[in-house]
């Protein structure tokens, strides 16, 4: 990894005569020039949190593969590939974007629990660094399609360690009873099948065991486990030169303290630094989510004693993590904060109790009209987002210094449409 030196901090988003800005740009004239609602993104944030945990490691052999599904703007990924990071895919279509983005295919590495042949392949054929094996049934296909190609698949096992990495439930991934990857006691037996398999090669072991950690003691637990295996398998024959730590590493969203980088890359090289492997850390929230605002407008408000809401003309569509999870973000006003606070739900115009974007929040007055700012939404933001309601998808933005540039058009309505046909014969 490059970067030894990175900014310390970056301030991505300053207030400036009660104008919060994205760098030096202010944010409402972003908003007037290409609407809302929208994702706007900074790229010295990209780029300083990149740098912090790419330095963190600095001296070691270790990659940094950007998990591209935390934010998969061909933007975003390009600007992170040109700072040297590799790119960790799930998904045929996630491959196919790192690649439009320039990343080396030497540097993707290929996970999740459902990946058909036509993808298997694909990623063969690009000639990835190497693939995440979540079961043994996958593992017979990998081999099976690199034995048609004739070329030979490497391939790490992600084991699942049955370690609680303490979030929220439907980020939890290395549970026992998590759909994620192998029990790591079945660990032995599977790699002796690859080794046993003619058109794979045994590189690695992976482990992922969830996202916005926010301690330091699941990874440091599922690691000392993951080391043992290493051993183990080692002790067996196996040539194991890559451990993959995968991602997870928490953000604030409010008040959370997450380990830091430094700290984050002091737990895994104390578990695993002295196996003499290359290190491959799978960083996605931790990169992109405070890199981030999601921007809307106030279109009405309405209330009674009990709830007082705040309708704007971004919803659950746009950012789905608050009706998912029930995650807390912040939310500002855009201009300076108007006399007077009260508790708001800030909620969209989706059809659904669950489309809100803040709960019983105390927030300044607002009036129609006004900019309001999500935080920390440059990370399964716009990449969870949809068309649900017949809402085009919003527009994304990236600002460097004082200048910005549209790097995902709004969608329009007939984007919207396109591939669906009213059927003349049925
Ligand atoms: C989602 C995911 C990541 C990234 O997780 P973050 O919490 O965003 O860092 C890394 N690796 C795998 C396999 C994932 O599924």
Known sequence: ??????????????RRDGQLHVEQVPVADIAEAVGTPAYLYSAGALEAAHDGLAGAFAGRPALLCYAIKANMNLAV????VRRGAGVDV???GELFRALRAGADPARIVYSGVGKRDDEIRAALEAGIKMFNVESRAELRHVDAVAGALGVRAPVAFRVNPDVDPKTHPYISTGLKTSKFGIPIGEATAAYA????LPNVDVRGVDCHIGSQLVSIEPFADALALVRDLVVELRAA????????????LGVTY?????????AYAAAVTGAVGDLDCEIVVEPGRSIAANAGIFVTRVLYQKGSDEKHFVIVDGAMNDLLRPALYGSYQRVEPVGPARAGVRKVDIVGPVCESGDFLAKDRSFPSVEEGDLLAIRSAGAYGFAMSSNYNGRPRAVEVLVRGDRYEVVRERESLEDMIRGERIPQEL
Request: glycine residues 10%; aromatic residues 4%; without cysteine.
């Open 1 to 14: 990894m490059s970067n030894a030196n990175p900014p310390a901090t970056f301030e991505a988003f300053p």
């Open 77 to 80: 990924v390009s600007l992170l």
């Open 237 to 248: 024959g196996h040539a194991i030169e890559v451990v993959d730590v995968g991602g997870g």
């Open 90 to 92: 799930t998904s045929g």
């Open 254 to 262: 409010a008040e959370e303290v997450p380990p830091s980088p430094t």
């Open 193 to 196: 099948e690859a080794k046993a």
